[in-house]
C-alpha cells in the first residue's frame, strides 16, 4: 500500500504535504486569511459571518441544521444566535410542524450587513481561484461537493 502510494507520487514530499484533510486546510486558510479581515472590518466575528451567509439565501432552519451547516457546535451556535438576535441581524420563531423547535431567519438588518460581505467573498473567491480556470474551478466545486455529501 505504501508503496502504490509513492509510485503515485502521493508520498513524494511526505505524507502531510499529501493529505487530503491538510491540503484542504491550507486551501481553505489560503481563501479565507485575507477575506477575514473584511468580516473583521465589518465588525463580525468568523461564525456570525458563516451563519449570517448561510441564512442570506435559505429558509427559517433549526439551529441543529444550522450549526450542522456552520461547521459549528450546537450550544456554541445557539450563543452566537442571541448575541446576533440582540444585534437585530436575525429572528427566531416556532417551528408550526414541531413546536420543540425554533427556527432561525435572518432579518432585513442583517441582510443589509451581509450583502456587501457576500459580494465581497465572491469577488475574493474569483481573484483567488483565477489561476485555475473555470474548467478546473468547476471540477475542483464538484469533487468538493460531492466529498461534503459523503460525510
Not at 33 to 44: I, P, Q, S, Y
Not at 67 to 74: D, I, P
Amino acid at each position: 500500500m505504501l508503496g502504490a502510494a509513492r509510485r503515485c507520487g502521493l508520498m513524494t514530499q511526505g505524507f502531510v504535504s499529501g493529505y487530503l484533510g491538510y491540503l484542504l486546510g491550507q486551501a481553505n486558510h489560503a481563501l479565507y486569511k485575507d477575506f477575514d479581515a473584511d468580516v473583521r472590518a465589518a465588525g463580525l466575528q468568523s461564525l456570525e459571518w458563516r451563519i449570517l451567509a448561510t441564512l442570506s439565501d435559505s429558509p427559517a432552519m433549526p439551529i441543529s441544521q444550522l450549526a450542522h451547516e456552520v461547521l459549528a457546535k450546537q450550544p456554541t451556535v445557539t450563543k452566537a444566535v442571541q448575541r446576533m438576535l440582540a444585534q437585530g441581524w436575525l429572528g427566531l420563531q416556532a417551528d408550526t410542524s414541531d413546536q420543540r423547535r425554533t427556527l432561525a431567519s435572518i432579518t432585513a438588518t442583517g441582510q443589509a450587513v451581509v450583502a456587501p460581505l457576500l459580494a465581497k467573498a465572491q469577488a475574493h473567491e474569483a481573484q483567488v481561484l483565477k489561476a485555475l480556470g473555470s474548467t478546473d474551478v468547476a471540477a475542483l466545486k464538484a469533487l468538493l461537493a460531492k466529498l461534503a455529501r459523503m460525510t
